[in-house]
């Protein structure tokens, strides 16, 4: 929702943008270049976590946001590295309008123009609270040091707690919390704490990595005429499939429903490759009742100038494009820069079918 209009708004690339944020599943905003870096944008995922309307953020800065417990230190490098013209990733502790708080992990950089003029920030942000009060509760220990009228430590007392049912009990939780109780993959959750780690190494070391969207052709059919029941058995031993087709290192998680993605560290010709194997695989071994099971998948690679939600919104366009052409096909899409220039790392960019 635009907080403050600027005419770079209402350019329709830029509006593609807006429209692709809004349906993302971190919050996004975006400020402007002032000192104060007053608001400009934020989608509906900010408004949800923070409490804030458009209204309450009209002519107020991020500073909104911060409390007794937000580290300076990282603003300060936030704001340095802006001067920089660079990327900053960080995390840091926000409060929401009601006064509680949460702690953020968030990646800002400079919006450039043609002219590479620096015209806002954009930032991506997502709450990761829990998985810090976690790693916390993991490691409880309290020492006491007694030192005698010289100076000297007399001894040690080290007060402990067997935490052994804690951790178990932690690693229980998480296991399920981050895998999906039917297929036993992982869930959408850890999936999304994986691509964020590769595309902090891609930043950094540039480590090219690639992705496959697919999702089962004509599901609500073999639900509809084999039972629940038989749906979620093909679930199931597409899971089983999968692993079949992969390599160890392939990373795979269920989507949601029906689609399903995987992660591979290599480039989109390989990967396409490995996405017709794994099409064939299914074509071939998943069955039901004599029905052929068919999957339609979509491939792409992380390429410079590209955000984690730029990648999944042509990642789901390739798979749209193998359902819209007959299904039970593989499409891959290319990366490409329209007409524009970018930062390092960020981002006014474009993408077409090659």
Same mark, same amino acid.
């Given at each position: 929702?635009?907080?403050?209009? %600027?005419?770079?708004?209402?350019?329709?690339?830029?509006?593609? @943008?807006?429209?692709?944020?809004?349906?993302?599943?971190?919050?996004?905003?975006?400020?402007?270049?002032?000192?104060?870096?007053?608001?400009?944008?934020?989608?509906?995922? +900010?408004?949800?976590?923070?409490?804030?309307?458009?209204?309450?953020?009209?002519?107020?800065?991020?500073?909104?946001?911060?409390?007794?417990?937000?580290?300076? %230190?990282?603003?300060?490098?936030?704001?340095?590295?802006?001067?920089?013209?660079?990327?900053?990733?960080?995390?840091?502790?926000?409060?929401?309008? =009601?006064?509680?708080?949460?702690?953020?992990?968030?990646?800002?950089?400079?919006?450039?123009?043609?002219?590479?003029?620096?015209?806002?920030?954009?930032?991506?942000?997502?709450?990761?609270?829990?998985?810090?009060?976690?790693?916390?509760?993991?490691?409880?220990?309290?020492?006491?040091?007694?030192?005698?009228?010289?100076?000297?430590?007399?001894?040690?007392?080290?007060?402990?707690?067997?935490?052994?049912?804690?951790?178990?009990?932690?690693?229980?939780?998480?296991?399920?919390?981050?895998?999906?109780?039917?297929?036993?993959?992982?869930? %959408?959750?850890?999936?999304?704490? *994986?691509?964020?780690?590769?595309?902090?190494?891609?930043?950094?070391?540039?480590?090219? +990595?690639?992705? *496959?969207?697919?999702?089962?052709?004509? @599901?609500?059919?073999?639900? =509809?005429? +084999?039972?629940?029941?038989?749906?979620?058995?093909?679930?199931?031993?597409?899971?089983?499939?999968?692993?079949?087709?992969?390599?160890?290192?392939?990373?795979?998680? %269920?989507?949601?429903?029906?689609?399903?993605?995987?992660?591979?560290?290599?480039?989109?010709?390989?990967?396409?490759?490995?996405?017709?194997?794994?099409?064939?695989?299914?074509?071939?071994?998943?069955?039901?009742?004599?029905?052929?099971?068919?999957?339609?998948?979509?491939?792409?690679?992380?390429?410079?100038?590209?955000?984690?939600?730029?990648? @999944?919104?042509?990642?789901?366009?390739?798979?749209?494009?193998?359902?819209?052409?007959?299904?039970?096909?593989?499409?891959?899409?290319? @990366?490409?820069?329209?007409?524009?220039?970018?930062?390092?790392?960020?981002?006014?960019?474009?993408?077409? =079918?090659?």
């Amino acid at each position: 929702m635009i907080v403050a209009h %600027r005419d770079f708004f209402d350019e329709p690339m830029f509006k593609t @943008f807006l429209d692709t944020f809004e349906n993302s599943i971190d919050s996004v905003v975006i400020t402007s270049t002032s000192p104060e870096e007053y608001f400009l944008y934020v989608n509906k995922v +900010f408004k949800q976590k923070t409490g804030y309307e458009e209204d309450d953020l009209v002519g107020k800065s991020p500073r909104i946001l911060q409390g007794p417990l937000t580290n300076r %230190r990282v603003i300060d490098e936030l704001k340095q590295n802006l001067q920089d013209d660079k990327y900053f990733l960080g995390q840091n502790t926000n409060y929401r309008k =009601n006064g509680s708080s949460y702690i953020v992990k968030w990646s800002i950089s400079a919006l450039k123009n043609t002219q590479n003029e620096t015209i806002a920030y954009i930032s991506f942000q997502k709450e990761v609270t829990q998985s810090v009060w976690d790693h916390k509760q993991a490691h409880y220990l309290a020492s006491v040091v007694n030192q005698n009228k010289d100076g000297d430590i007399d001894f040690y007392v080290s007060v402990g707690q067997d935490i052994t049912s804690l951790i178990n009990k932690s690693d229980e939780y998480k296991s399920k919390a981050y895998h999906d109780s039917l297929t036993g993959l992982y869930n %959408r959750q850890k999936f999304d704490e *994986i691509i964020e780690r590769k595309y902090s190494d891609f930043l950094k070391n540039e480590q090219s +990595f690639s992705i *496959i969207l697919m999702d089962i052709d004509n @599901f609500k059919y073999v639900n =509809n005429t +084999f039972g629940h029941d038989n749906g979620d058995k093909v679930l199931k031993d597409l899971a089983r499939l999968l692993h079949k087709s992969l390599r160890k290192d392939d990373l795979i998680a %269920r989507w949601g429903g029906e689609e399903f993605i995987v992660v591979v560290d290599n480039t989109m010709a390989f990967t396409t490759t490995l996405a017709e194997k794994i099409r064939e695989t299914i074509k071939q071994e998943l069955i039901i009742y004599k029905h052929n099971i068919t999957m339609s998948l979509g491939v792409s690679e992380i390429s410079q100038g590209d955000t984690i939600e730029t990648l @999944f919104t042509r990642v789901d366009k390739a798979l749209y494009m193998s359902k819209k052409s007959g299904k039970n096909k593989v499409t891959s899409l290319k @990366f490409k820069i329209f007409n524009i220039r970018i930062t390092q790392n960020f981002f006014y960019l474009f993408w077409k =079918n090659l």
